[in-house]
């Protein structure tokens, strides 16, 4: 954080003073600098307790020199109701009374000889401020030989200078512009106000659990540079098409925007299981290895909901009438080993089997759906998500296993530009099993879920008479989001590594960059998707790799690469 940073962190009051001391420990209690409440509901009803509509926010600064930009509430009815009086200019003012029992010691009002400021405010009313308001004409006298003080509303400021009770920002309307439908989405106004008082424009922002994007799309309008993290796909996936949305609302307006960059965190949480120090001796590292993988394969398969199976290669568990096959960590699941499992399939006469990894060679899904289902085996590839690695997502059943999807992409090339048609994409999803869900659902319910790669919405009336209605009428129904990188291989993903020797370098990861050249989205507002891409023109003639990747309802991404000429 910069010497003259602040951070705001949003908490529910029943946390709040935990996280506190935590915050104290780390910046210490010297730099905290206040406590907002802020009234993020209207008044509603707790049973048996007083009703909660409030949240808190801890604002530390990491030094004294913190940047400060004073702001300004408006007055209310009350205050304003003080200053009545109205000079030829149109200045509003108001008189206030000068006399009392003062606490201090009495001031001199020149000939109109001494008298004690009012009780509890003396010490605004110094001899040196008291000749300053006489000299500005500020104070008069009343024809009853009584002191008054003239003060003027400052319009201008706007208001009282900010409190730390926020009662004047309301929650985020379902019906306004900028809901996106997020859970936990704040609104707008409340990051406005911490990035104007905290930051100046040009200063770097960074929410590390950014979830609907509101503070990196603010920031982006104010003029700040930002960061954003989030462990949530979906997160991550919202902030995205709102930026877009923002990016696209300045640029008409004339307004600059800064182009941005989705990076994932990659095959780190990976790297344990395949990082065995080859310095070991051979002994030492087989049992290493072999630790590790079947360390690896109860994980995966207890994220699963899958039991351990051991004499039956190449399988490893079995999930109901299913049989599991878990694929490698730190390689794609390839078509020889589709076809293994295939002829393993077919000896021991097994129907169904899952197929888990991280990553699948391209093309399999299509080879998965024709050929092997051909051969009377049902196969299932499925992502294995990260959050495997979070323990207490494994613990609460959290983890979801998403099935792979295909994209189908055409190309039109003519002389240096090219065109992306979207025309194709297949995914085979599995949440319920209808039959099942219908005899679970009550009479006058309904559920939407999804089976045999279908969105359907499940009915059963009050005479518990059933039915389905498909909700996914198309194959574009599934796309959420889809984007073009016309050149895609054009930047490397290169990181910085520190050597054992304290060498700094840098490493090519062997993967590239993907920029969103160009994309089409729905939104809340506007559920149309554009299907052809708009032309791209390349500086010279040439092969260039074009990748495509496509976001699904559920927040799942798919790309693929393909190649075109252009001359």
């Not at 006399?99 to 000889?113: C, I």
């Not at 009662?167 to 704040?186: C, L, R």
């Not at 098409?241 to 307006?253: D, E, N, T, Y």
């Not at 039991?307 to 999930?319: A, I, S, V, Y």
Request: hydrophobic share 35%.
């Amino acid at each position: 954080m910069a010497e003259d940073g602040s951070i705001y962190v949003h908490l529910a009051n029943n946390i709040a003073h935990y996280v506190k001391m935590c915050m104290d420990e780390v910046f210490g209690s010297t730099f905290f600098v206040n406590e907002i409440i802020w009234q993020r509901t209207s008044s509603h009803n707790d049973p048996n307790r007083y009703g909660n509509n409030v949240d808190v926010l801890l604002y530390y600064s990491k030094s004294a020199n913190r940047i400060w930009n004073q702001l300004y509430g408006n007055y209310s009815d009350k205050q304003l109701a003080k200053y009545t009086h109205l000079e030829p200019d149109g200045r509003h003012y108001g008189d206030f009374d000068l006399t009392g029992a003062g606490q201090g010691p009495a001031r001199y009002f020149g000939e109109r000889g001494w008298i004690d400021p009012p009780p509890g405010r003396h010490w605004m009313y110094d001899q040196p401020g008291i000749n300053r308001l006489m000299s500005e004409n500020l104070i008069y006298w009343t024809t009853n030989n009584k002191p008054r003080l003239k003060k003027y509303l400052d319009l201008e400021q706007g208001g009282v200078p900010l409190q730390t009770l926020w009662i004047d920002i309301p929650p985020v309307n379902s019906q306004a512009h900028e809901d996106v439908g997020y859970a936990t989405q704040k609104p707008e106004t409340l990051l406005q106000r911490i990035l104007e008082v905290s930051s100046n424009e040009g200063d770097l922002v960074a929410d590390f659990f950014c979830g609907s994007g509101t503070t990196l799309a603010v920031a982006e309008k104010l003029g700040r540079k930002w960061i954003g993290c989030d462990l949530g796909r979906f997160a991550i996936h919202t902030s995205r098409k709102r930026l877009i949305g923002v990016q696209r609302a300045l640029k008409p307006q004339g307004k600059p925007y800064r182009s941005f960059e989705i990076l994932n965190l990659g095959k780190y949480e990976r790297q344990y299981w395949v990082g065995i120090n080859p310095a070991l001796p051979e002994e030492e590292r087989q049992r290493q290895t072999l630790q590790r993988e079947e360390h690896y394969l109860t994980l995966i398969l207890q994220s699963y909901k899958a039991e351990r199976l051991f004499q039956l290669p190449p399988f490893h568990g079995r999930k109901g009438p299913a049989l599991v096959v878990v694929g490698p960590v730190d390689a794609p699941v390839s078509r020889e080993q589709i076809l293994e499992i295939v002829a393993a399939c077919r000896q021991h006469h097994v129907t169904r089997v899952d197929v888990l990894g991280f990553e699948f060679e391209m093309g399999l899904v299509p080879y998965v759906r024709d050929e092997v289902r051909a051969q009377g085996v049902m196969m299932s590839l499925k992502y294995i998500p990260k959050d495997v690695f979070d323990r207490r997502a494994v613990e609460r059943g959290q983890v979801t296993f998403y099935d792979v999807a295909y994209v189908e992409v055409g190309t039109q090339v003519q002389g240096l530009s090219a065109t992306v048609t979207l025309k194709d994409f297949g995914v085979y999803y599995q949440q319920d099993d209808l039959n099942v869900l219908a005899e679970q659902l009550k009479n006058g319910a309904s559920k939407v879920t999804v089976e045999g790669g279908q969105v359907v919405k499940v009915t059963k009336d009050k005479q518990g008479q059933v039915t389905r209605e498909v909700l996914t009428k198309k194959w574009s129904d599934w796309v959420d989001y889809w984007a073009v990188d016309f050149d895609f291989e054009h930047r490397q993903e290169i990181i910085r590594v520190v050597d054992a020797d304290g060498t700094d370098r840098e490493v090519w990861t062997g993967n590239y960059i993907f920029e969103n050249e160009w994309q089409s989205f729905r939104t809340r507002k506007d559920r149309i998707l554009e299907l052809t891409s708009a032309p791209h023109t390349y500086p010279r003639a040439g092969r260039y790799k074009i990748a495509v990747k496509v976001i699904d309802i559920f927040g799942i991404d798919t790309t693929k690469v393909v190649e075109v000429t252009v001359s």
